[in-house]
């Protein structure tokens, strides 16, 4: 698509994944972007002072991830940034949502890596001569190694480690080009209970009682770090990204309502009350019991210092029944659309957990969907790949958050997950969620139909 596109062809494009016609999501000031994470693209793991993160240790150890497979090259875009820039503003994006690799910064004793804080000066550069504000996530789960070699996010001192680093990067990279939000942490939840609960992520740690004392020492860690955040960069927005899924009982029992109610503690109150709330939710307790971490004197207060914003990643629901009082069991739904990787595609649950979020606290900030897609099977069959899975998804979804709009929340942004085809973590490269098809031996991109349509939609609104 280019300058000279016919804009019934543009139209007919955009409406594959356009909100409704009058949706708040259409207006001008409305951010719309793309995001990936550091460890997922960048590759060059060894380069330019580069130290181990528990991703590289992780995804070395044999079993741990689908294949063998690693980050090593991954989209190779530490080499490749500027034409995965290019791509970016082909699409029309307001934002780029990005994450900063810890290990590349900072060396062992604490003190700046200049060569790879120079990376992160000529993106953003990069980024402001395109015109496109960027959104910059200090940790997307690639903790230094050595970090984690003293106790990593168990260690309460990690959180202030935590803190020292938000405070330089705030700081280098003052000044370089449109750092329009600062976010602390993505997906705490996954951090603490896939890296320390179940051992599916890195660390591959598996006890309830270290995830929860994880949790802690994460949530610390965001609060430590606001001041500095907000004292180096006082025009951004600072604030956090939580994953979250709405609980719906398979039965309206009693016992499969409170099931429901215990899922959306365990997803999404165990992160959220202590930001908003300054406490943890008791239920959590109910799930597992003598489990509480340890918290000092203060900690609540510092969790719960104000926030600019929120993200929420968003991408299923879960439907659960209740076996035996304080648990809880997944149903899997038969006969029900499902993406690669095996989630139920349900926009309606967007709706009600944005709405639910409203009712459930005053205090809510303004919110941003800082994730939303899906995985599926993607081919390049001559030059295109027709996503028409995702097409619908991204349209479904864009409809559920203008009628939460509609009804009174605040969401000011959404970003697609993912720009780029990528390393999804414990599944290697084979599960799809990219805007953008990637030929990993080749390296070759290759805008998907979604992609196309989003750009079209794009160019309309900017047109309108």
Known sequence: MDPTTPPAVIASLADLVSPPAGSAMRRRDFVFGAGTSSYQIEGAAHEDGRLESIWDRFSATPGKVLRGENGDVACDHYRRYGEDLDILKQLGVDAYRFSIAWPRVMDEAGKPNARGIDFYKRLLGALSDRGIRAFVTLYHWDLPQHLEDRGGWLNRETAYRFADYADLMSRELAGHGDVAAWTTHNEPWCSAY???????????????RWAAQAMHHLLLGHGLALPALRANAPRALQGIVANVAPGYPDTDTPA???????????????????????????????????CEPLVLAGDMDIIKRPIDYLGLNFYSRAVLRSPSPDSIDWVRRPDVERTTMDWEVYPQGLQDLLEAFKRDYPNLPPLYITENGMSSDDAVVGVDVDDLQRQAYIKGHFAACSRAMDNGVDVRGYFIWSLLDNFEWAFGYERRFGLVHVDFETQQRTFKRSALAYAAFLRERAAG
Do not use: C, I
């Open 194 to 208: 896939l890296g320390y609960g179940d051992g599916h992520h890195a660390p591959g740690l598996k006890s309830h």
């Open 256 to 290: 499969d309502r409170d099931a429901a109610s215990l899922f959306e503690t365990f997803q999404n109150r165990w992160v959220l009350d202590p930001l908003l709330k300054g406490e943890y939710p008791a239920d959590m307790w109910r799930l597992w019991k003598g």
